[in-house]
C-alpha cells in the first residue's frame, strides 16, 4: 500500500496518526496558464504538488488541499503577459491579489485550528511569495507557528536558474509527468496562430535528468529548511483562532496593500 499524505485522502486514525508524528502541513500552490506548445497549463501546479507529496512522504507532514488558482494579469505580471502573448487568449485561470491572500490568511487559519504546528507554502508560480510571506508575517504576530513561504527555484537558486516554460520548468514536467510534455511540438510558435504561447527560447534543451537533477536538489533543499520550520517546544498550547480573529489579521495585510508586489508595475 502506498503511503497516504493528502490530507482529503486521509481517514480519522490515520490523520492523527502522522499529526502525532510530525504536526506540519504543507499547502501546494500553483496556476492553470501559457507554458508553450510544449507543455500542459498545470506546469506550475504539478511540480508544486509533487514536491509537497515526496517530501511529505519522506520527511513527514501532511499535504493539505492544492490552491490551483492564483495571482495573475496585475501589477508586472500585466506587461509581461503582453509581451510573452500579444493579443492571443491565454486561456489562464487568474485571481486579483487580495482574492488569493485573504484565501491565505484563512488557509492558515484552518491549519493552525487542526493542529498543524509548522506550515510550508510551496508555491510552483514564481514572484508572488514576497506577498504569501506578507501573510505569514502578519498570521505570526497572532500566533507562534513557524511558516515558510518559497517558490520552487528560489529552493534551488545559484544551481538551477528558475525560468518560464523554458530548460527549467520543461525538464522539471518532462520528469514528473511525460505524458504533459510534446517536445515535437516546439516549432508551433511560428507555425500557428498562438504564436509563442509564452513558450521558452531553451524549452528545447529539457531533459528528463535534468527534471530529476532540478527535483531532487528542490527536496534536498525542503530537507535543509524543514530543520528550521519545526513546531516550537510548547506547541500544543496554541488557542483556536475565530473567524473573526483571522478577518482581523485580513485586514492588517490589506492594510499593507501598496507593499504588495503583485501590485507593483
Ligand atoms: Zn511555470
Known amino acids: 500500500m502506498s503511503m497516504t499524505v493528502r490530507w482529503e485522502d486521509l481517514l480519522p486514525r490515520e490523520f492523527e496518526q502522522r499529526l502525532a508524528q510530525l504536526p506540519l502541513v504543507y499547502l501546494p ?6 507554458h508553450g506548445h510544449v507543455a500542459a497549463f498545470g506546469l506550475d501546479t504539478h511540480k508544486a504538488v ?29 506587461p509581461w503577459l503582453e509581451e510573452v502573448m500579444g493579443d492571443v487568449n491565454p486561456r489562464m485561470a487568474s485571481v ?45 504576530r497572532n500566533r507562534p507557528v513557524p511558516i515558510v513561504a518559497v517558490s520552487d527555484p528560489e529552493l534551488v537558486a545559484g544551481q538551477f536558474e528558475g525560468d518560464h516554460a523554458g530548460k527549467y520548468e520543461i525538464s522539471q514536467l518532462l520528469y514528473l509527468r511525460p505524458e504533459l510534455v510534446a517536445l515535437d511540438r516546439l516549432d508551433d510558435r511560428h507555425n500557428t496562430e498562438l504564436r509563442r504561447f509564452a513558450q521558452g527560447d531553451d524549452a528545447g534543451e529539457a531533459t528528463e535528468a535534468e527534471g530529476r537533477a532540478i527535483i531532487e536538489a528542490s527536496l534536498d533543499a525542503i530537507k535543509t529548511m524543514l ?36 501590485l507593483r508595475e
Open 227 to 262: 530543520a528550521d520550520c519545526q513546531p516550537l517546544p510548547d506547541a500544543g498550547d496554541v488557542p483556536f483562532m475565530t473567524m473573526d480573529e483571522a478577518e482581523e489579521i485580513w485586514q492588517r495585510v490589506a492594510a499593507r496593500a501598496d507593499e504588495w508586489c503583485t
Open 96 to 140: 486579483p491579489p487580495d482574492v488569493v491572500l485573504k484565501m491565505l490568511v484563512f488557509q492558515l487559519r484552518a491549519f493552525v485550528n487542526a493542529g498543524f504546528r509548522a506550515i510550508v507554502v510551496l508555491t510552483g508560480h514564481n514572484a508572488n511569495q514576497p506577498d504569501l510571506r506578507l501573510v505569514a508575517e502578519e498570521l505570526r
Open 29 to 34: 500552490m500553483g496556476l492553470c496558464e501559457p
Open 50 to 78: 509533487y514536491l509537497c507529496e515526496e517530501s511529505a512522504r519522506r520527511f513527514g507532514g501532511i499535504v493539505a488541499p492544492t490552491q490551483t488558482y492564483h495571482v495573475h494579469e496585475t501589477g508586472y505580471h500585466r
